[in-house]
């Protein structure tokens, strides 16, 4: 999940820099979750979890995907 936390981040952090954006931390990992589960789930894996499963279960969702 490092890859789309710092994707988000960086995003974040150009929105802060040039539209005179919030830092949101909460908003930076929901959206790094989101991004992390889009690409497990419509990517070669093709997992059948729904997003609100995966953030519940998340170690359990990526150890299955392995």
């Not at 990992?29 to 729904?50: M, N």
Request: glycine content about 4%; some cysteine; charged content about 25%.
């Amino acid at each position: 999940m490092w890859l789309p936390l710092a994707l988000k981040i960086w995003k974040h952090r150009n929105r802060n820099i040039f539209y005179n954006g919030q830092l949101d931390e909460v908003d930076i990992f929901a959206r790094a979750q989101w991004q992390t589960w889009s690409w497990v789930k419509f990517g070669r894996q093709r997992i059948r979890y729904y997003f609100p499963k995966w953030c519940m279960n998340l170690s359990v969702c990526l150890a299955k995907i392995r």
